[in-house]
């Protein structure tokens, strides 16, 4: 299990000791959270910021982008450190998706998809062969806190078994609402990548809180 905690939640004033402090758990990942106003409600952090932090930390930079257009600022997030590029199937073309994740592969990256709830995850088998990683969102893309949608329950199973079936090398993840409750059930459902916002950063005991989830 990876656990890929949330830089959205944590202190931005601090945002170094923050990420020294992730460092000291057994998180392997650190999840980046793209939020232009346009796709999703709110707006977040761009490259400059995911730059300082590829200079900062070893950790492996997990991208999210909840953006339109990804293609236009794609290779702005990987010249800027990103390991793994996620983008959002709803806020492309279909025939761009296999496009988009060639470049990123061909930056020697890891391409990801990802899909809202109210998406169905037959939308994205087509294009397993070429992901390294589907994030299915168990919230509404575009703040912290929410509640986890136990729907994505049924969709975690599905694309688990599709990726067996077909014995891609791909990653299931999961955001929105991870704690050491939901974990379980996301974890049985097969889950291979947890992203957990809140619960990590707003802990008293980030170790803890991190070891709870594996």
Not at 35 to 46: A, I, K, R
Not at 84 to 105: Q, R
Request: some cysteine; hydrophobic content about 45%.
């Amino acid at each position: 299990m990876i656990i890929s905690p949330s830089v959205l939640s944590a202190d931005f004033l601090h945002l170094h000791q923050e990420v020294k402090s992730i460092e000291a758990t057994q998180a392997q990942w650190l999840h980046y959270d793209v939020m232009d106003g346009h796709f999703v409600p709110n707006l977040s952090f761009g490259m400059d910021i995911l730059k300082s932090l590829r200079q900062a930390t070893s950790l492996f930079l997990d991208v999210h982008l909840m953006i339109s257009e990804p293609a236009r600022y794609l290779q702005a997030f990987l010249d800027a450190g990103a390991d793994l590029v996620t983008f959002h199937y709803e806020a492309v073309a279909e025939d761009e998706i296999a496009h988009l994740c060639d470049i990123i592969h061909q930056h020697g990256k890891k391409a990801g998809l990802s899909i809202k709830p109210a998406t169905p995850v037959e939308v994205v088998l087509p294009y397993l062969e070429k992901l390294d990683l589907v994030l299915v969102m168990s919230v509404e893309p575009g703040f912290g806190g929410q509640r986890f949608m136990p729907l994505s329950l049924d969709k975690i199973r599905s694309l688990k078994a599709a990726i067996q079936q077909g014995a891609y090398h791909c990653l299931v993840e999961v955001d929105g609402g991870i704690n050491d409750q939901t974990a379980i059930e996301a974890k049985e459902s097969g889950a291979d990548v947890l992203v957990a916002g809140s619960y990590v950063f707003h802990a008293s005991d980030r170790q803890a809180a991190v070891a709870s989830l594996l």
